[in-house]
């Protein structure tokens, strides 16, 4: 879950030799710690001997079917235990030697260590829903994803937007109340971007033309928006929920073929047409931003607006477009919690995912497929200990429902290595 | 293609930066604006870029008038500007830089990354600049990066140049390769407005020059005036360009350096390896361009950043361990850097900035109490000592001139028995006057016994202060050298060169700069 850092070959000297820099031990622990915590208490002690875990890939109407996967719980744990202690030693070895391993480290190990946890999970309940498990993290990733790429394109352009949570949950009242209204779920999916970009307007009068920190002004809008939302929802909505608040669900648009494959097809492709817009979103913003003439000038007025301006780019007018633009794309993402998922609006029902996506876009390092995978990490870690705690395994589900908040805190702590924002970020940018 | 402009205005509030200019540059000419820092001559620039709209005059583009409401208009017109601070985003590639606001595309709105790559090489290869389209800005040195600048404005089919203090951050070396790539311009027909207030390249490379001073023309005057000639036209009065000083008396080394080495945030080594010695009653002038380790070696004897390896000791004691407060009350005095943000604290009064560092100590404090009697008597000593030209000692400080605020620092960090004085570009942004003031003040806390550690990135700086220079080129000190040394020489050793092989370049004669020839000219 880890990446490399970006920084050119640290300590060179000028006649090339390195230089003995102190030796960093924060991964060999973290890794040690992991291994020991596998090999020990989940293989060892783990209470697991003569059970077994099975691993179920099937989901109904697949092209061809996976056999379910039966392992004996305890040798598999103590097993990959070993193989995790082995990593941990060559990850100190190459510690000393001041080395860091390649970015298939990290990701081999918390893949090993993961199939590790599951299988020990499962030995009492004997059966692990792959397919379920991967499906309820995507669909916990949709609103997260979309924050992240609204915070990234506000970013990049040099305005910090910590109003992603309002957004979300602006877009999220809105598309529920504008699809109960018209009867139709699309309709809300239109709605949603307008909530989103309301709130982003609010945004960028204050912090553009006002010049207000751009990190309290977003702190406000996220009051504004839940006091505003509250209101609503106790007054209009709970007053006539048949004509305000009515649920309705985007329908699942299976795309032929691709939703057949085993695993990936009713992951990736048995959704509804917001998930798709999802990819499309990210897959655009990806090619805009680093090859478009868009994504040069959002580059540019995020990192040094006068450079910008000296080339007769509109450096406000471009961050007001860009912040609009980003707002919409949360907006969207807020639809998931009322249409996307076919709930009514409840209060306060973004619950911080506006802010883990924040997090999501720090540790994806600003680009979006960097923050896509950060997203997906996040919307698994909470998908799992939900799974867990209502497949009732030995690890007690406060416990579980912790996890993603661990994951976040360990992802953006210690984990994301050099990051660099773009280095005007917050700053507003005044001619004279 | 001929420029003129006709009694340009332009006020700040009730400041006006530029009265009334006058200003013509004839097709191909190098025309050289001259002034001191805050004479205007940078206002005149972005005004004349589109950058500010001037409040009255107008400017006159082969005799017809022009507006420009930006940037963009100036750059269609057929003008480029190559800015002091340069306009470059640290992360683009060069053919990123090129592209940014003239983008080349297909597709619609696809960048065309190709096409301005091919036109990097096209520019590169006509001047031999060797400037790779896909190297990222932020590992290119100064100059490459001012050639990238310059290729920006040319890809823009600039017609007429303006060049803002180009040299400062060059070496001598680099500049010589600046006013050979200026000349070749001018032979293809570019004219080319350069600003600086250096006079020595004035003298070398101008065809024109046009002196401003305090925002007003105060007259024209031909390369082959001398050098005390343009300063004095600059300045408004008769100035010495150098300081007189006595000999040195030096004693004790009182300052040991060893091995220290320094690496930043993200593991750079910034300072290498180095041994100095410093002498009580000698200044030891730290010579390289900008960026070789040279703040970073200051940073790390006051405490501010912590070596990786090495040590620092003071009178036979090692300062490791010892913070900022604790090094200063041992007698460390400090000018920082940038004295805007590090050296005063804007919003507070210019007695308070006085007593920075101070504050705690007696007589200044009592307990917990400050003693405003005490402080405001010792500030009203302090600006009749240093001259400090202020309305009131409970003004902000900001609103004094850089100048008058250098003074204060000073006062603050010499006002005390010193055992080491260390002084970072100490009169960085500072006018002649200021500037003459400020090396009188060193030399008299150095004759005084104190040794003087002085940081600054102006080679005639270092000359006119050091009893030795020691150069530094990529975190390692080059050499030591005696203050007599030729400027040939050091410019060779600030570019990394080593002292001997820098000494016999010089004397076989194949590395004289155009700069120092400039010098040695009969005036």
């Known amino acids: ?432 | 293609m001929k420029l003129e402009l006709r009694g340009i205005t332009k006020r700040f509030g009730t400041f006006t930066a530029n009265d009334s200019i006058d200003l013509v540059v004839e097709p191909g000419e190098i025309h050289a604006l001259l002034g001191e820092n805050g004479a205007g001559k940078s206002t005149l620039m972005n005004t004349l870029y589109g950058l500010y709209a001037p409040d009255e005059g107008e400017i006159l583009i082969d005799d017809r008038p022009t507006t420009f409401s930006g940037p963009g208009d100036a750059v269609a017109a057929g003008i480029g500007m190559v800015h002091q601070h340069f306009m470059l985003v640290p992360v683009f590639t060069v053919a990123e830089s090129v592209a940014l606001g003239y983008e080349p595309t297909k597709g619609g709105s696809l960048l065309d990354l190709g096409q301005a790559r091919q036109k990097v090489r096209d520019i590169s290869a006509r001047f031999g600049f060797h400037i790779d389209p896909d190297a990222v800005i932020e590992d290119l040195p100064v100059g490459a990066q001012q050639r990238v600048e310059i290729i920006k404005a040319l890809s823009r089919d600039a017609k007429i140049l303006i060049l803002d203090e180009p040299t400062a951050v060059l070496t001598p070396q680099e500049t010589d390769e600046l006013i050979e790539i200026m000349r070749q311009l001018k032979s293809e027909g570019t004219s080319i407005v350069f600003i600086t207030h250096k006079l020595r390249e004035v003298r070398a490379i101008a065809d024109g020059i046009t002196v401003i001073r305090r925002g007003k023309v105060v007259g024209e005057a031909s390369p082959e005036s001398s050098e005390s000639e343009l300063a004095g036209l600059m300045v408004g009065r008769d100035v010495h360009l150098t300081t007189d000083k006595k000999p040195a008396d030096p004693g004790d080394a009182t300052l040991l350096i060893k091995d220290l080495t320094v690496v930043d945030r993200v593991e750079q080594v910034v300072v290498d390896d180095v041994n100095l010695e410093v002498r009580r009653g000698e200044i030891l002038a730290i010579a390289g361009v900008d960026g070789n380790g040279q703040s970073e070696l200051a940073e790390a004897i006051i405490g501010l950043v912590e070596p990786r390896a090495g040590s620092i000791s003071l009178d036979g004691t090692d300062l490791a361990g010892l913070t900022v407060k604790q090094r200063l009350l041992r007698g460390i005095g400090f000018v920082p850097e940038d004295r805007s943000t590090d050296g005063v604290i804007a919003s507070f009064t210019i007695q308070e900035n006085m007593i920075l560092d101070l504050y705690d100590q007696e007589p200044y404090a009592k307990g917990l109490q400050l003693q405003p009697a005490v402080i405001r008597e010792e500030a009203g000593k302090r600006v009749a000592e240093y001259d400090i030209r202020l309305t009131s000692i409970d003004d902000p400080i900001s609103t004094l001139s850089g100048g008058n605020q250098q003074k204060v620092v000073l006062s603050r960090e010499l006002g005390r028995p010193l055992r080491l004085l260390v002084a970072s570009q100490p009169t960085r942004g500072l006018d002649v006057g200021s500037i003459e003031f400020v090396h009188k003040r060193i030399i008299a806390e150095r004759d005084s016994g104190t040794p003087c550690v002085i940081v600054s990135t102006e080679l005639d700086e270092a000359l006119n202060l050091a009893d030795r220079i020691a150069v530094m080129y990529r975190g390692r000190v080059v050499g030591i050298v005696p203050a007599d040394t030729p400027r040939d020489v050091l410019g060779l050793m600030m570019a990394g060169v080593p002292q001997d092989e820098a000494l016999a370049r010089v004397e076989d004669g194949s590395a004289a700069t155009e700069i120092s020839a400039a010098e040695e000219d009969p005036a």
Request: proline share 6%; glycine share 10%; charged share 10%.
């Open chain 1, 1 to 432: 879950m880890s990446t490399s850092t970006q920084t050119p070959a640290p300590g060179t000297r000028l006649d090339g030799a390195a230089l003995r820099s102190p030796i960093d031990w924060k991964y060999p622990i973290v890794y040690g710690v992991l291994a020991l915590l596998t090999l020990v208490f989940m293989g060892l002690l783990g209470g697991s001997s003569g059970k077994s875990t099975t691993f179920s890939f099937a989901a109904g109407t697949d092209l061809f079917s996976i056999p379910p996967l039966t392992v004996a719980s305890q040798p598999t744990v103590i097993a990959a235990g070993i193989v995790l202690v082995a990593m941990a030693a060559i990850a100190t070895w190459l510690a000393t030697k001041r080395e860091s391993p390649g970015i298939w480290f990290p990701v081999v190990f918390g893949v090993l260590f993961l199939a590790a946890f599951l299988t020990w999970a499962g030995a009492d309940t004997g059966r692990i829903p792959i397919t379920p498990l991967l499906a309820g993290a995507l669909a916990l990733s949709v609103p997260l994803i979309f924050g992240a790429m609204c915070g990234l394109v506000g970013e990049r352009s040099g305005i910090i937007n910590i109003a992603i949570e309002g957004q979300l949950l602006a877009g999220a009242f809105l598309a529920a109340v504008v699809a109960s209204a018209l009867k139709n779920p699309y309709a809300g999916l239109v709605a949603a971007p307008i909530a989103g970009a309301v709130v982003a307007v609010i945004l960028t009068f204050f912090a553009i033309r006002y010049w207000v920190d751009q990190i309290i002004i977003g702190v406000v809008l996220n009051v504004l928006v839940v006091g505003f939302t509250n209101f609503m929802f106790s007054t209009v909505l709970t007053q006539n929920p048949e004509m305000w608040n009515a649920r309705q669900q985007l329908p699942v648009l299976p795309i032929p073929l691709l939703g057949d494959i085993p695993v990936l097809g009713p992951v990736l492709f048995r959704q509804s047409i917001l998930v798709y817009l999802m990819y499309i979103v990210v897959a655009v913003l990806y090619v805009a931003l680093f090859h478009s003439k868009w994504g040069l000038r959002t580059r540019a007025i995020g990192e040094h607006p006068k450079a910008a301006d000296t080339v007769g780019i509109p450096v406000n007018r471009n961050r007001v477009i860009n912040t609009l633009i980003a707002g919409g794309i949360a907006g969207l993402g807020g639809a998931f919690f009322t249409v996307g998922s076919g709930l009514a609006f409840g209060k306060e029902m973004s619950a911080g995912q506006g802010f883990i996506a924040l997090a999501a876009m720090i540790l994806g390092k600003w680009n979006p497929v960097g923050a896509v995978f950060a997203a997906l990490l996040f919307g698994f870690a909470r998908n799992l200990g939900n799974t867990l705690s209502t497949m009732g395994t030995p690890v007690p589900s406060d416990l579980l429902l912790m996890l993603p908040y661990i994951v976040t805190i360990f992802a953006v702590a210690g984990f994301v290595g050099t990051v660099r924002a773009p280095a005007a970020n917050g700053k507003a940018y005044a001619k004279q």
